[in-house]
C-alpha cells in the first residue's frame, strides 16, 4: 500500500507544479502595436521598436509572463503626467533595464539589471512622465546615462 501512496503523492505534486505554471505571452500585445523610438546616446542613436503602454490594464500587464524579448525591442509606458513612478518585477522572467523620463524624453534614472520575478520597489527616485523597460544590460551597452534624450511622440517638449 505505501508505494501506492507515495506514487499518488508525486502524483499529485507534478499535477501542481503544471497547475499553477501561468500562461507565458511571447507576442505583442494585440492593441499594442510596435512603435519606433530612438535612444540618443554619447555612442549615438540606437532605435528600438516598443509597444507603448497607455492605459491602466496595459501598465498593470506590461511584460509579465513574458521569457523571451528580441534586442531591438522594449515597452514604453506613459503615466500622461509627471510624478513618482514605482515599478516591479512580479510576475517578470525577463531581467530589465528600466528608464525613466522625464516629459520632454530626458532620462532621469536607470534601474540596471533589474531581479526577475521580484516584488521589490523600483522607484523612479522623483518624477517621471514615462518609463522604457528593455532586457538588461543594454543601458550599458549603448553608454546611457542621466540627461540623455529618447525620442518618441509620447514625449514632447
Not at 507544479?17 to 523610438?37: N, R, T
Not at 518609463?131 to 550599458?140: S, T
Request: no cysteine; aromatic share 8%; hydrophobic share 45%.
Amino acid at each position: 500500500m505505501r508505494p501506492y501512496s507515495v506514487l499518488l503523492g508525486v502524483l499529485a505534486l507534478a499535477l501542481s507544479l503544471f497547475a499553477v505554471q501561468p500562461a507565458v505571452a511571447q507576442a505583442p500585445v494585440a492593441d499594442a502595436p510596435l512603435e519606433k523610438l530612438d535612444i540618443q546616446t554619447s555612442s549615438g542613436t540606437h532605435v528600438f521598436q516598443v509597444e507603448v503602454m497607455r492605459n491602466d490594464e496595459q501598465r498593470a500587464r506590461g511584460l509579465m509572463y513574458r521569457r523571451f524579448m528580441p534586442a531591438d525591442r522594449g515597452m514604453l509606458f506613459d503615466f500622461k503626467t509627471e510624478q513618482p513612478v514605482n515599478m516591479w518585477m512580479k510576475n517578470t522572467y525577463l531581467p530589465l533595464d528600466m528608464i525613466f523620463m522625464a516629459r520632454d524624453g530626458t532620462v532621469t534614472h536607470i534601474a540596471r539589471d533589474t531581479e526577475p520575478l521580484s516584488e521589490r520597489i523600483i522607484s523612479s527616485n522623483g518624477p517621471a512622465f514615462a518609463v522604457l523597460e528593455v532586457n538588461a544590460g543594454v543601458a550599458a551597452k549603448i553608454g546611457l546615462k542621466a540627461g540623455d534624450r529618447v525620442l518618441h511622440p509620447l514625449l514632447r517638449p
